[in-house]
């Protein structure tokens, strides 16, 4: 009988499905699509990130009040309201608001506790995701260049480290040789240079908010090495989303103390189901020699779930 993973890789193929009509794009994204200038400065793209992450509050601001919470000079935002297409300010200020007041309605009345709220953000990352995926053909690309890899290496340091490994983990269920960066500086370097040397041609890289600067100069040794990169992260503006050759763009749950990454999680599932779907035949000799191994050495416990009154084993 075959295992759960086997019967996903088995039935759950990427496939370019006719498009049904899709909704109003969210506030959210049509920041992103609005903001997203390759030429903006740094500063720039401090302001553009600020107002995505903070719309209801932001579309209210003052110049003056915008510049401090951001850090930069007034002149700065007004040259930003000009880079993005606005004859100034006041300009970007009114679309702001027009955009959050279509949206705010009664939700607010509705809205429920902090922790509902945050559920709720995250609920919006996972429709943004939704459109994004309405054409699958990016991450299908995506994951017949990381299945071919070899080795296939996945960096992810300080808050990210989490999804290099959960990905890493499962990746090495279907891939012959993943290798996992999880430490930055010269570790990650020399890691880099040796994926290289063995003959590997992509890296995946996660770069989750506060964005570490070594994971930007371990983007950068890995392009100097000549390795392509694919990146997920929380925006497609910034300068590690400058220095990947392709980017995959999630939004974070920002509710809370600490990021929630449901939209994450998702993204990462459907590039293992295209690294599945580019090689099928290696992908089910892999997960049945694994699924042997597993049963030898007991790895997992046999999980009983009552259905019907019965109880049925998983395999």
């Keep these: 009988m075959p295992s759960p993973q086997q019967a996903r890789a088995q039935a759950s193929a990427i496939t370019s499905a006719p498009a049904a009509p899709e909704p109003e794009p969210s506030p959210a994204s049509q920041l992103r699509a609005l903001f997203d200038r390759p030429r903006l400065s740094p500063g720039q793209r401090r302001i553009a990130q600020y107002l995505i992450e903070n719309l209801t509050e932001a579309a209210f601001l003052s110049i003056t009040d915008l510049a401090d919470r951001v850090g930069v000079s007034q002149p700065s935002v007004t040259r930003f309201a000009a880079a993005v297409g606005f004859s100034g300010y006041p300009a970007l200020r009114e679309r702001l608001q027009s955009m959050t007041l279509g949206t705010r309605g009664g939700a607010e009345e509705h809205r429920g506790n902090e922790l509902q709220a945050a559920v709720d953000a995250e609920i919006e990352n996972l429709e943004n995701l939704r459109r994004d ?46 290798r996992l960066v999880t430490r930055g500086g010269s570790v990650a370097h020399d890691a880099l240079l040796q994926s290289r040397e063995a003959g590997g041609t992509w890296v995946l890289a996660f770069s989750m908010p506060r964005h570490a600067t070594e994971t930007l100069l371990a983007v950068r040794v890995a392009r100097r090495a000549g390795l392509r990169v694919a990146l997920v992260t929380d925006l497609t503006l910034g300068p590690v989303a400058d220095e990947a050759d392709v980017t995959f763009a999630t939004g974070t749950g920002s509710r809370l103390v600490f990021d929630s990454y449901a939209a994450t999680g998702v993204l990462c599932a459907a590039l293992l189901q295209a690294m599945t779907d580019a090689d099928p035949e290696r992908t089910q000799v892999r997960l049945e020699a694994y699924e042997q191994l597993a049963e030898e050495h007991r790895f997992f416990l046999r999980d009983r779930a009552s259905r019907g009154g019965r109880a049925t084993k998983r395999a």
């Design 133 to 178: 995926f309405a054409d699958p053909q990016a991450v299908i690309e995506t994951g017949r260049a990381l299945s071919r890899s070899m080795p296939l290496t996945v960096l992810g340091l300080r808050i990210s480290v989490s999804h290099a490994e959960y990905f890493a983990y499962a990746a090495r269920r279907i891939h012959p040789d993943v």
